[in-house]
């Protein structure tokens, strides 16, 4: 029998980043940034072991937590911000080399940038390489969004120059799109390299290179924030298959018949005051008011949940005019009770949460969100978050949502 080649996945996760802090530990849709990296190097067949490169002991705590290995920390002067991929991955191999007797065959790079992937993409680009022996890696790619060749230079003398030549076509900018050749741009989504060519050749990719093509739907390169939300929407949109770690998250129902609330810290911003007599006061947020008064109006029921037996509870449900319930120690047996009662699918349904005790509702409701500033079991395990913390517009921008959703498909 043929031994089975060794595949090494190496995650390169420094502890910095200028643009957003901490970057590769941030979490992102619920987990940290890396874990979407260290999700397809353990769920791929062909990856044999699976590492990260870093230079921050916080991050590679992150990583062994989540299944990969970190045998080492990276050496400082590999972790700048002008790094390249080169010395980061000699220093590896070298290493583990070094101190381990281990010397893949084939060495995978899965940026924790680029954190959607479709499920098999990482096997995909393997077999490509292990197939085609007088390839020396594969690159991730996929069409690009303007062809080059209708791209100009301009001179130092202020003329415009074209980008690029073609043979055959004297003006290729001026040319049909159709008539162009067909470019594609390199996403940060996986590179296969043969060991060989990063320890004997010094490169990255070496001459021969193939190309593993990507839906671009899962285009997205996490540099500024507005890629990051952009990248958290698209990855709970539920309209692409990506390799997720844990649970796949489900999008919203596309009709939204019941809302449920926790009360603390969904309501409320999770903050008591007590006077010297233990009477307690909360504070709340009258923009949630507008938003369930739309949204009851819609036709949309609206119920709390609250573990807490406490008359603020029931004052502020009432002025509201929502129902409520009170002292629920098993919330999961209460949801499954009210939906039965009030004759409601689960599947129409919306729960919203900030803390463990409402985990038992999330695989109940036909999608579980929560508030920005949730505990973070709870963002880890909701299907959806939102941008604002509870008692400070959570619930409003929810039903707003709600609303739009319901609205798209009554226009449907």
Not at 189 to 203: C, E, F, Q, T
Not at 322 to 343: C, D, P, V
Request: net charge neutral; charged share 25%; aromatic share 6%.
């Amino acid at each position: 029998m043929s031994k089975k080649p060794q595949v090494l996945a190496i995650i390169p996760a420094r502890g910095g980043s200028k643009s957003i802090p901490r970057k590769n530990a941030r979490l992102f849709a619920g987990h940290p940034l890396l874990a979407f990296s260290v999700a397809a190097a353990l769920q791929a067949e062909t990856v044999t072991r699976t590492i990260i490169s870093t230079d921050d002991e916080k991050m590679a705590q992150i990583a062994r937590q989540l299944g990969a290995e970190a045998p080492f920390i990276r050496p400082a002067e590999f972790a700048q911000d002008n790094t390249l991929d080169l010395p980061v991955f000699e220093h590896a191999l070298t290493w583990l080399a070094k101190n381990e007797g281990y010397k893949p065959d084939i060495v995978v790079q899965l940026r924790p940038t680029s954190p959607l992937r479709p499920r098999g993409l990482v096997d995909e680009a393997v077999q490509l390489l292990l197939t085609n022996r007088k390839a020396d890696s594969v690159r991730g790619v996929v069409p690009s969004g303007q062809n080059p060749h209708k791209m100009w230079r301009v001179d130092a003398d202020g003329v415009m120059q074209p980008l690029l030549k073609v043979k055959g076509i004297e003006e290729p900018y001026n040319a049909p799109r159709q008539k162009l050749p067909a470019t594609y741009w390199q996403t940060g989504h996986i590179d296969a390299i043969r060991s060989s060519v990063i320890l004997k050749k010094h490169s990255m990719s070496g001459d021969v290179i193939l190309p593993v093509m990507i839906d671009p739907r899962y285009t997205v390169d996490i540099d500024t924030m507005n890629d990051w939300q952009r990248g958290e929407w698209l990855a709970t949109s539920g309209e692409l298959d990506a390799v997720w770690p844990g649970q796949q998250p489900r999008p919203y129902p596309k009709q939204v018949k019941l809302l449920v609330l926790d009360f603390d810290g969904v309501l409320s911003d999770n903050r008591v005051w007590v006077d010297e007599n233990g009477k307690e006061s909360i504070a709340a947020n009258r923009s949630d008011s507008l938003g369930l008064g739309q949204l009851k109006e819609s036709g949309v029921q609206v119920f709390v949940l609250s573990r807490e037996q406490n008359p603020v509870v029931a004052r502020r449900c009432e002025k509201l005019g929502i129902s409520f319930r009170q002292g629920i120690t098993e919330k999961g047996q209460a949801l499954r009770q009210l939906l039965a009662e009030l004759n409601i699918p689960a599947e129409n349904t919306v729960f919203l949460g900030n803390d463990t005790n409402d985990l038992p509702c999330f695989p109940i409701a036909g999608c579980a969100v929560a508030v920005a500033d949730s505990h973070p079991a709870v963002l880890r395990q909701a299907d959806q978050r939102l941008s604002q913390p509870g008692g400070h517009g959570a619930v409003r921008e929810l039903c707003d949502l709600i609303l739009a959703i319901n609205a798209q498909r009554m226009n449907e």
